[in-house]
C-alpha cells in the first residue's frame, strides 16, 4: 500500500513483534516507569506502604496479562493480520474514506492506529472466531489510547501536520468499532468516550492547521521525489481533516444510539469541505498532481453551509454540484442535531421545526443533484429518510414507549432518557405526523434493499432500518397492517404543511401541496386501493422481512443482533 510494498502483504510484513507476549498495553508508547516517590509511599498511615506497592504491582500485572492473554488465546496470526488489514482498506474505506491508502506506510503508524484498522477489517472476514479476534484486538487498542494518550498525543508522523493525528485517528476507528458491536459493554464505551476525540483535536490545535498551501504544489516537470514527497504532505492534510469531520458523523451515530445531544455544535464547524473523491483515490502523485491543477477553487466552510441552510427561502441555497458523499454526510449529522435539540420544543437559538423542514428539503435536492455515484446517492438519501423520521418522531422514544407499554427488555438505546408523558401509541399512529414517519420508514426499506451487497454496510444503516422497524411495529400494533400509500411519493409534499409558511414564502414545496396524493395521504384521507395512485403494503409482511435484513447486517455490524431480537418480541406480539 505504500511505493515499497504491495497491496497484499506477504506473511510476517506487519511490524508487530514475534509474539504477543510483548504485546503489551505497557508496550505502546505508555508512560514507562514509577518515579522516585518512594518517601510519599512509606508515608502511607499504619506502615502498609510495602503492601500497597506490592498489591499495585499486582493489579498492573494482572490487567495486563488479562488483555494480551484474551488476544493470544485467540490464536491471532500474521496472515489473519494481514487479512483484516486488506479488507479494511478494500471494504471499509470505500465507504468511510478517512486513510489514504496510496500513501499508506505500515512503519509510520503508531501500534494502536494499526490495530484499530485490523479490528474494522475483522468484521469483513467469513470465520467465526473473526468476531473474538477483533474484539481482543480492539481492547489491547483502546487499553493503549485509554492509559497512554498523554505520550500519544506527542506523536507525529514524518507528514502529519500536527501532533497527535493519529490518536485522534485511532480513538475515531475503535469508537466506530464498539459502537456498532454486538458487544453491549463496548457500545455503552462508545457512547461515554466519543467526545474525548474533538478534546485531543482541539488540545493538539487540529482545527487551525487543516489546510495544505497551493504555494507548495509542485510544478508538472519536478522531480519525481518532490512530487512523491507533497503528494504526501497533502494526503496527510487532507487525513486530518476528514478525521475531524468523521468526528462529527460518528458524533451523529452515537447520539442517536444513546438518546443524547452531540457533544458539539455542528453548525459552527468551520473546517473547509474534502476534497473530490477521484483526487483522494488517486494512485500515483503524477495522477494528483494533474487532478490537483484542474480542481476548481472553493472556499467554502461547513458552518457557512449550515448557515445558508437557514437564511431566508429566497437567498439561502446550498452550492449545486460541489458537495462529495462525504460532504454530505457531514451536514447531515448537522441537520440532526438540530432535529434532536428541538425534539422536547421550541430552544434559544434552535431553528424552527418548520425552518428544519426547509433546510431538509434543501439538502433532499443538493443530494439528487450533486454528480455523485447511485450507490452514495442511495447512501445519503438512506440517511436523510431516517432524519425526516425523526424530525416528524422521535423514534428513539417511540422504541422506549413500545417497550414499556409491553415490559420488553431492550439494549439497543443507551442511556436512561424517561418516558415522554401522555403518549399514547394508538392515538399517535393517527396523526399526521405518524403517516409522514410511515412514508419516510418505507422509503428506508426499498433504499436497504436497493443498495448494491458492496456498499451495503454503511455506518447509518442498522440505525435507520431499526427507526423504520419501529414505526411499523407500532402502526401494526395499533391495528394499522394494512396501509394504503401513494405510488409516487412526493418528498417536498410529505415535509410541508399547508399552514407551513415555508409553502407560501419559498419554492421548495412545490404547487401541488393541497390536493397531491402524497398530501391527501398524510392528511388521513382514504387513497384508492387498486389506482395508479395507490399501492397496499402489509406491515407485518415487511417486518418478516426486515428480520432477514437486520440478520445479514448482525453478521457484521453486532448492534444489528440486538435490533432483530426486538424486532422479534415485536412481531410476536402482532400475531
Not at 140 to 169: E, F, K, M, Y
Amino acid at each position: 500500500m505504500s511505493t515499497d510494498t504491495t497491496s497484499h502483504m506477504p506473511v510476517g510484513t506487519l511490524p508487530f513483534p514475534q509474539g504477543l507476549e510483548q504485546f503489551t498495553p505497557t508496550s505502546l508508547d505508555s508512560p514507562t516507569s514509577f518515579d522516585d516517590r518512594g518517601s510519599a509511599i512509606k508515608a502511607i498511615p499504619n506502615g502498609g506502604g510495602h503492601q500497597a506497592v506490592h498489591g499495585v504491582s499486582k493489579m498492573i500485572s494482572n490487567l495486563s496479562s488479562s488483555i494480551t492473554a484474551e488476544a493470544e488465546a485467540t490464536s491471532i496470526t500474521s496472515v489473519f493480520l494481514d487479512e483484516c488489514l486488506h479488507m479494511f482498506f478494500v471494504r471499509f474505506i470505500p465507504t468511510f474514506p478517512v486513510l489514504h491508502r496510496s500513501t499508506f506506510v505500515f512503519r509510520e503508524c503508531t501500534h494502536p492506529l494499526l490495530i484499530s484498522a485490523i479490528a474494522i477489517g475483522s468484521l469483513y472476514l467469513g470465520p467465526k472466531d473473526s468476531i473474538a479476534k477483533g474484539e481482543a484486538l480492539w481492547r489491547l487498542s483502546h487499553t493503549a489510547i485509554a492509559t497512554s494518550w498523554q505520550s500519544l498525543i506527542t506523536h507525529r508522523g514524518p507528514n502529519d501536520p500536527c501532533n497527535g493525528l493519529q490518536l485522534v485517528l485511532a480513538a475515531l476507528l475503535g469508537q466506530v468499532y464498539a459502537a456498532l458491536s454486538k458487544n453491549r459493554v463496548l457500545r455503552t464505551t462508545s457512547q461515554i468516550f466519543h467526545a474525548l476525540g474533538f478534546s485531543w483535536a482541539r488540545h493538539c490545535g487540529m482545527y487551525d492547521n487543516d489546510t495544505y498551501s497551493m504555494d507548495d504544489l509542485p510544478a508538472l516537470d519536478a522531480s519525481p521525489a518532490e512530487k512523491d514527497r507533497q503528494w504526501k504532505i497533502w494526503a496527510a492534510h487532507e487525513i486530518q481533516r476528514r478525521v475531524l469531520l468523521a468526528q462529527y458523523i460518528l458524533d451523529g451515530l452515537v447520539s442517536s444510539a444513546s438518546g443524547n445531544p452531540t457533544s458539539t455544535r455542528h453548525a459552527a464547524n468551520q473546517l473547509g469541505l474534502p476534497c473530490d473523491e477521484s483526487l483522494f483515490e488517486a494512485s500515483t502523485a503524477d495522477e494528483w498532481l494533474i487532478k490537483m491543477r484542474s480542481q476548481p477553487k472553493q472556499n467554502v466552510s461547513f458552518r457557512s453551509i449550515f448557515r445558508s441552510l437557514f437564511l431566508p427561502a429566497d437567498i439561502g441555497r446550498l452550492p449545486e454540484h460541489t458537495l462529495t458523499s462525504f460532504s454530505l454526510r457531514v451536514i447531515l449529522e448537522g441537520v440532526q442535531s438540530l432535529v434532536s435539540d428541538s425534539t422536547d420544543g421550541p430552544s434559544v437559538g434552535v431553528p424552527t421545526r418548520s425552518e428544519i423542514r426547509r433546510a431538509l428539503a434543501q439538502v433532499h435536492e443538493s443530494i439528487t443533484k450533486n454528480t455523485i455515484s447511485s450507490a452514495e446517492t442511495l447512501e445519503a438519501l438512506l440517511r436523510w429518510h431516517s432524519i425526516c423520521l425523526d424530525a416528524a418522531t422521535d423514534s428513539s422514544m417511540l422504541c422506549r414507549h413500545l417497550c414499556a407499554r409491553y415490559n420488553i427488555a431492550q439494549h439497543v438505546l443507551g442511556g436512561s432518557r424517561g418516558l415522554k408523558a401522555g403518549l399514547d401509541l394508538v392515538a399517535w399512529a393517527k396523526t399526521e405526523d405518524a403517516r409522514r414517519a410511515l412514508l419516510h420508514a418505507v422509503a428506508i426499506q426499498d433504499i436497504v434493499e436497493q443498495l448494491p451487497r458492496g456498499r451495503a454496510h454503511v455506518l447509518h444503516m442498522p440505525s435507520s432500518l431499526f427507526a423504520a422497524a419501529t414505526v411499523y411495529s407500532v402502526f401494526s400494533l395499533a391495528g394499522h397492517t394494512t396501509v394504503n400509500l401513494p405510488r409516487v411519493v412526493d418528498w417536498k409534499d410529505a415535509l410541508f404543511t399547508e399552514v407551513d409558511p415555508c409553502v407560501i414564502l419559498g419554492d421548495l414545496a412545490g404547487t401541488s401541496a393541497g390536493s397531491s396524493t402524497t398530501r391527501r395521504f398524510v392528511r388521513g384521507e382514504k387513497l384508492s386501493g387498486s389506482g395508479y395512485e395507490s399501492l397496499t403494503r402489509n406491515l407485518l409482511y415487511e417486518l418478516n422481512s426486515m428480520q432477514k435484513l437486520f440478520r445479514c447486517l448482525s453478521s457484521q455490524w453486532g448492534v444489528a443482533y440486538d435490533m432483530e431480537s426486538l424486532l422479534n418480541s415485536w412481531i410476536s406480539l402482532c400475531h
